[in-house]
């Protein structure tokens, strides 16, 4: 019997979730910054930031917005919201991810005004600067502005933020086992040799990775956009498919959507992604164990960028 394939979604001009690092300049440089953030990160222009949101999909459920630190690239992060808002109106939650380490109370104002309804703070960890010490700041600057921190993860109660979108803030931080887990090798973590090493832990299957990036699992629908690299994941292939600054997101979703590569990580199975090419699961896996790794395990196999992952 063959084994069952997810089936994918058709209108790629609809995509629920999409987290995009629009910038990589941060405030701090914590030694398991999976992109290199810092005060000397990369940046696109605005210009650029402008060309992308012309090219996203004509409807997103979500938009998180995340960096690097997107209050270091503040002036951008507004002229970003402002067209946001213009484009989507308040059909889109816009959700932003922040270490929370810049947030006044007049910024907060300032990203309500402009539409942000979702903040997390993703630096209550022993990793960032703070080291989690600025929480009850930030719960009394929250509360002062009738941002709850009672409501669920966005992400997970989907349908009650798609019609009522409340005000709401949430926290949290990188753990051994989770943002330093399997597969988030990458940055300065790999430099520094703070990642977790271990070949069995499989981000792509979960939250944040590729499954379900193409539709048709419990998962949301997401993809990520790093600076212009559409992915299919946060921690992003090794190749991009597509430059989110020239090409229509939805065309490039299309364009990938029957590529038996791309389908085996939508399926959360990155060690099957070979299996079209003459890499077989076992070689991958065998790969992985000697690596440590999945992500790198299997695409140290491919040679090409045609091979993407
Ligand atoms: S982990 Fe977050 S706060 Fe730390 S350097 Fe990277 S982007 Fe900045």
Redesign the pocket.
Known sequence: MGEERVQIKTDFNHCESIYWVFTQL?N???D??YNF??PDGKRISTDECMMIIENLPDQIDRLILS???PLADKEKLYRILDRVKEKYGSKTQVMLQT?GDLLTAEILDTLIEKGVTRFDV??IDRY?KNAGNHLMRLSELFTSRNVNGDEKDPLIEKEHYLHENPLSWGYWGATKDMWLGGNWARGRALQKDIWKKDPGHNFCSILSGARGFLGGTELPQEISIQLWKISPCCPGTLFPMGDARTERVADVLKSISEDPVYLRLNEGNPWKMGETKGITEGDAKQRTDELKIFVYGAMSFFKTPSSKC
Do not use: A, L, R
């Open positions: 941060c701090d440089t914590c398991h910054c953030s810092g960096g690097g630190e270490n993703s630096s960032h």
